[in-house]
């Protein structure tokens, strides 16, 4: 059961990040009153707009608990966090404090000033590992093939005791590799905005791999809906397997069709620097989406070349 007109306050970590900086908005204007933490390490604080109140704060600090009792959430959605893959092999050590000592202070608090639901924003790609089934359903076995996969689904288990032990109301998204405008690219993450800002540059790009690799695209504007809908569903008494949800589209891309795609899109040829083995992640990934359907009422309504149409667009009026 979804009530969409409760209005709820709401705490958003990594909230001037690349998925936060568009859910705020949306939070804000469904009547939600939202508060924002991130320490702008990758967010932007003109992301932030100016109805939501911000704190610029690590995950990880003791400040976290202040600002937990001045603005008493009712709802968590925590999207902080380390999300670079080759990162996680190279740096396991940062990997692991933010995603695993990061999460768990954002749960103690949660905790202890007692929130009625903990949204948490997982990895559907990292979480399976190289999955035997294709799409892949919830039920399918994890064995990530890296730290940030391994510190996602403690992210899950850590829920899952406190859900058991405590009662706590959580849902986790596992979320396929999500893009659309406002995701830039400057830092390595994503693909399609890394491709697309090259290919508008006249720059060249690492080659990750052999292309052949395949990946779920889930458009921004599906996300925010799977997140508003996660928040706004009554959870209460589900079993902890009814609690970790797919979001993708169940849709396998290649790497080199995609990149054929860009390069129709801008009448551009994509420049190679360099081949750079693929570290840590599985070759091949899509996610199979049926309980999102069935428990939130969320299925994707937008196509892979609608999307990339949507960030092609945007970078039309995009300096670098």
């Known amino acids: 059961m ?20 568009q859910l705020v908005p949306a939070l ?19 992301a932030v707009p100016a109805e939501a109140r911000f704190f610029e704060c690590d995950v990880r600090s003791a400040k976290l608990a202040h600002i937990f009792a001045l603005e008493k959430p009712q709802v968590v959605v ?51 590992g190289q999955a035997n089934v294709l799409p892949t359903p919830e039920n399918h076995p994890t064995r990530p093939k ?11 288990q850590c829920l899952a005791h406190y859900g058991d032990e405590e009662g706590l109301d959580w849902v986790a998204l596992r979320l396929a590799n999500v893009y659309g405008p406002g995701q830039d690219g ?34 921004i504007d599906d996300t925010v809906e799977a997140f ?15 609690r970790l949800i797919n979001i993708g589209t169940g849709q396998e891309t290649s790497m080199a069709q995609l990149i054929e ?28 989406a049926a309980l999102a ?6 299925t994707p309504g937008t196509s892979l070349s609608e999307g990339l149409a949507a960030c092609a667009h945007e970078l039309s009026a995009v300096s670098y």
């Open 28 to 46: 804000l204007k469904a009547g939600h009153t939202v508060a924002v933490v991130d320490n702008l390490s990758f967010g932007k604080r003109e």
């Open 228 to 242: 508003m809908k996660a928040m706004a569903t009554d959870t209460q008494g589900w079993p902890a397997q009814d």
């Open 78 to 128: 925590h999207l902080a966090a380390q999300t670079n893959v080759r990162y996680s092999v190279t740096h396991p050590q940062d990997d692991a404090d933010i995603n695993i000592l990061g999460t768990l202070n954002v749960i103690t608090q949660s905790r202890r000033y007692g929130i009625k639901k903990f949204v948490f924003a997982s990895s559907g790609g990292e979480v399976y």
């Open 261 to 288: 795609k860009l390069e129709a899109m801008t009448g551009r040829k994509l420049k190679i620097s360099k081949v750079l083995a693929e570290v840590g992640a599985p070759q091949r990934k899509s996610l199979n």
């Open 293 to 298: 359907a069935k428990l939130l009422g969320w």
């Open 2 to 21: 979804v009530d969409s007109q409760k209005k709820q306050s709401v705490l958003v970590t990594g909230g001037a990040g690349f998925i936060g900086s």
């Open 186 to 219: 400057s830092r390595d993450i994503g693909i399609i905005a890394i491709a697309l800002r090259k290919l508008n540059n006249g720059e060249s790009i690492a080659k990750i791999g052999d292309w052949e690799q395949t990946r779920d695209f889930i458009y």
């Open 146 to 156: 890296c730290p940030y996969g391994i510190t996602k689904l403690f992210g899950e």
